[in-house]
């Protein structure tokens, strides 16, 4: 081996360890966030930036850009998407066998994002369009991201079974 291959050999080395600790350094800023509180508040500042810092691995997808989430606020399936140029979304979902059990995740989770907004957020509740569901909107003056829960029945011919949804991005 020349001189000018061990330089770059080397040389290369030095820079793809230094992106690699910068990529350590930056996942290790994100501190593990349990408190629903606390996540509810991390994700409504992520909005800002389309949730840059807690997208991990890219979906492929055909009409949109998706990517897996750092921190899921229930479960462990929650994505953020984009369609186009839009502004991003935050999603989850959970799976319910009864309506009873759907009912409960969704009168909890209303109580919780009311509870973590305070005053200042207004709740809104009203039918689905698409569907026998519904959902709660949490809105305020003071901020352009909106939160929202929805459940929604999952048509089935042998059981009944119910979805909900979380979604934290904008309200339009």
């Not at 389309?50 to 997808?61: D, Y």
């Not at 055909?62 to 998407?81: D, F, L, M, P, V």
């Not at 140029?85 to 995740?105: G, H, I």
Request: charge should be positive; charged fraction near 15%; aromatic fraction near 10%.
């Amino acid at each position: 081996m020349n001189n000018f291959t061990k330089i770059a050999l080397i040389l290369s080395s030095t820079l793809l360890s230094a992106c690699v600790n910068q990529n350590t350094v930056a996942q290790k800023q994100l501190v593990p966030v349990t408190n629903p509180c606390a996540k509810i508040s991390m994700l409504i500042k992520a909005y800002d930036d389309g949730f840059e810092q807690i997208k991990t691995t890219k979906v492929k997808a055909r009409a949109s850009n998706t990517w897996k989430a750092k921190y899921n606020i229930i479960g462990e399936n929650c994505h953020i998407w984009t369609l186009g140029n839009s502004q991003a979304t935050y999603s989850c979902n959970v799976t319910a066998d009864n309506k009873v059990t759907a009912e409960t995740y969704y009168k909890n989770a209303q109580q919780t994002i009311q509870q973590c907004l305070g005053e200042k957020w207004q709740m809104t509740e009203q039918p689905r369009k698409a569907d026998n569901g519904r959902k709660s909107t949490f809105t305020t003056s003071d901020s352009q991201v909106s939160l929202s829960t929805h459940i929604v029945p999952l048509d089935s011919m042998f059981s009944e079974k119910w979805t909900i949804y979380y979604y934290i991005g904008n309200p339009n």
